[in-house]
């Protein structure tokens, strides 16, 4: 499937613009957007490990949408437009500004290993950090006048990128708590439309977000994979069902 319809307009696929860890992202015929396609693939430590997990791409599509779907609808602004199949979805083209923001609610993964917390202490406030996106350098840690000095950002779009993501952990949070599920930490990215304003964007999945059934403490995202303590397709399915019958 190379040709799709949206807004009464024939959006077609044409090259390969980047090639990410579990999704490849092509330029269409329309400059403002873009196709997405997930991949079943997983990585962990920065892509240096990988492997083919059949389906979990379409799990990832599918959880993305919905709770893109969810935010657009609790006005979050953001890049997602249409989904055209179960691995493939429409986005708009945004200018992505290269800094992961990461939420936490609990203690758990880099934030227990680098301050010697106990996992899962409750972190109030909640714990916003920013990282710098680059695979040659591992995605470094990066502060408010690091990223000032380097113009990734300015000091207003800062403040956005925490506003946002302080709205998106309340939203998920309250969605997630709904079904059993604790949001523990997620990462999320930002871009600017070609008028300067900010969207969210990437994709809203457990790739990007430590999930744990509430009740047995079982983790339903990527540790799993990172792990190797099971079946991610398990988990991420468990959380697709979940998803479903609240959204
Ligand atoms: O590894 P760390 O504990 O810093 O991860 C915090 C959260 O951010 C986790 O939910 C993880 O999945 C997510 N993350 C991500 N992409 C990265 C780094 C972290 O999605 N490059």
Not at 235 to 247: A, E, K, P, S, W
């Given at each position: 499937m190379v040709n799709v319809t949206?807004?009464?307009q024939n959006i077609k696929q044409e090259s390969l613009k980047y090639t990410g860890k579990a999704k490849t992202v092509y330029t269409t015929n329309d400059p403002d957007i873009l196709w997405v396609h997930y991949l079943d693939q997983a990585t962990a430590l920065n892509g240096k490990v990988k492997e083919t997990i059949t389906g979990?791409?379409?799990?990832?599509?599918?959880?993305?949408?919905?709770?893109?779907?969810?935010?657009?609808?609790?006005?979050?602004?953001?890049?997602?437009?249409?989904?055209?199949?179960?691995?493939?979805?429409l986005v708009t083209a945004l200018d992505i500004i290269p800094i992961e923001v990461v939420s936490r609610n609990y203690a758990s993964g880099h934030f227990v290993s680098k301050y010697a917390v106990t996992p899962m202490t409750k972190l109030e406030p909640l714990v916003q950090e920013f990282y710098f996106k680059s695979d040659a350098l591992d995605d470094p840690f990066i502060n408010d006048s690091q990223i000032l000095a380097l113009n990734l950002a300015t000091s207003e779009e800062l403040a956005q990128l925490r506003r946002v993501s302080q709205d998106v952990n309340q939203l998920l949070h309250a969605l997630f708590e709904q079904i059993g599920i604790g949001l523990v930490?997620?990462?999320l990215e930002f871009g600017r439309t070609a008028t300067g304003d900010l969207r969210l964007a990437d994709e809203l999945s457990p790739d990007n977000m430590r999930l744990i059934d509430t009740l047995s403490g079982k983790s339903l995202d990527k540790d799993i994979f990172r792990q190797h303590s099971g079946d991610v397709t398990v988990?991420?399915?468990?959380?697709?069902?979940?998803?479903?019958?609240?959204?």
């Open positions: 949206y807004q009464n979990k791409g379409a799990l990832n599509s599918e959880i993305s949408h919905l709770l893109f779907d969810y935010l657009t609808r609790k006005g979050i602004e953001n890049h997602y437009l249409k989904k055209i199949s179960a691995t493939d979805e930490d997620f990462k988990g991420y399915r468990d959380v697709l069902n979940r998803l479903q019958q609240v959204i």
